[in-house]
């Protein structure tokens, strides 16, 4: 039944998701979540809302979560456009400003969904191939994006942890498309983002910025996001997305998070902390770590057996993730490694143990 599909969607390789282990005694540190719970004002949130208006349909727009993160974005809420996770943002996106057959273009490596998707909707992938530095080559990146209707930029990035700065932003805008930065890892850089390039003149009015409240909120089972962009381009984009796409749960859990920065200005805080720590345990046992603005580190092994370390923690009950990049630059320091989420002290105390013995069983 392979020719009832589209050739491109035939053709194309689906999205794999990190490995989510439903049971047993996991240190779960392969999906960058956060490892801490949300605010208990979230818990309250969702337990009114399970008793409440659950057989009406959920406000289509979600005002009172556009009230919160315009509050946070010192923007209004026409800037805002919640989403079912921030998956579902770029999936508006692309079917929003890309034509069966034009162009976007990412640095790689980073996210690949966007790839997927741009694939789905039959468009061509130029990718921003990144050197020993994690950096695009300016002259042959602004080419590219010139002629792209949607640039799609991680920042921080993923899986190498880096951040951009707005400079560097500015070669990707395209002619006519849009710069969209993905800001999943942004409450986590060392200088938190708050939509200042919404703000700077150079890409006003076409960037358009994107949010999840799976990483530093802590809602990672919740799935919902958002974008912020001008109020032009959120309508239009507000035109393709599900009617009802976020539900009254997920709304009332989001808000509530936005609404207690406390909390997650605590948690993250603590994730930096370990972060620090962990990079420190992984350098004596043979381990490059790249310097990090997530809640995850880029490492490689002085043995190069990425996999085998991968397979041998899994056996501890240990999940990393372990990643290749085909066709990535022939720089050793992107072809292939291993992303560690930074879990509580305790997950990283057991992780380090059971790293440590499998190096040992390497040597």
């Known amino acids: 039944m392979s020719n009832l599909f589209r050739q491109n969607v035939q053709d194309m390789a689906g999205y794999a998701p990190g490995e989510q282990p439903q049971g047993g005694d996991w240190v779960k540190l392969n999906t960058n979540e956060n490892p801490y719970p949300p605010s208990p004002a979230v818990v309250d949130a969702i337990q009114q809302a399970a008793t409440s208006r659950l057989n009406v349909y959920p406000d289509p727009l979600a005002m009172g979560f556009r009230e919160a993160a315009a509050e946070l974005f010192q923007v209004t809420p026409d800037w805002i456009l919640p989403a079912n996770g921030s998956d579902e ?24 969904l966007y790839e997927t998707l741009a694939k789905i909707q039959d468009c061509r992938v130029e990718r921003l191939l990144l050197d020993s530095d994690f950096q695009w080559e300016p002259q042959s990146a602004a080419a590219a994006a010139a002629k792209s209707a949607v640039a799609f930029v991680p920042n921080p990035n993923s899986p190498t942890g880096n951040r951009w700065t707005a400079d560097q932003l500015a070669q990707l805008r395209p002619n006519d498309g849009v710069l969209v930065v993905d800001e999943a890892y942004g409450d986590f850089a060392d200088t938190p983002h708050r939509g200042e390039l919404l703000h700077d003149e150079r890409f006003a009015g076409r960037t358009i910025l994107t949010r999840t409240l799976s990483k530093s909120y802590s809602l990672a089972g919740i799935r919902f996001g958002f974008s912020v962009a001008a109020p032009e381009l959120t309508v239009g984009m507000q035109k393709v997305k599900d009617s009802y796409n976020c539900d009254a749960v997920a709304i009332a859990a989001a808000t509530a998070a936005l609404q207690d920065q406390q909390w997650m200005l605590e948690n993250r805080q603590k994730i930096i902390a370990t972060r620090t720590r962990l990079a420190a345990a992984l350098e004596p046992l043979g381990f490059q770590v790249f310097p990090s603005e997530a809640n995850f580190l880029w490492t490689q092994h002085s043995t190069g057996q990425h996999q085998t370390i991968y397979e041998k923690l899994k056996e501890r009950h240990v999940l990393v993730r372990y990643m290749t990049f085909p066709g990535a630059t022939a720089e050793a320091s992107l072809a292939d490694g291993i992303r560690i989420t930074v879990g509580t002290d305790e997950q990283i105390d057991r992780f380090c143990e059971a790293v440590a013995e499998v190096v040992g069983e390497l040597s």
């Open 89 to 112: 943002n770029l999936t508006i996106l692309i079917r929003s400003f890309c034509e069966p057959g034009s162009q976007i273009v990412y640095p790689y490596p980073s996210y690949v």
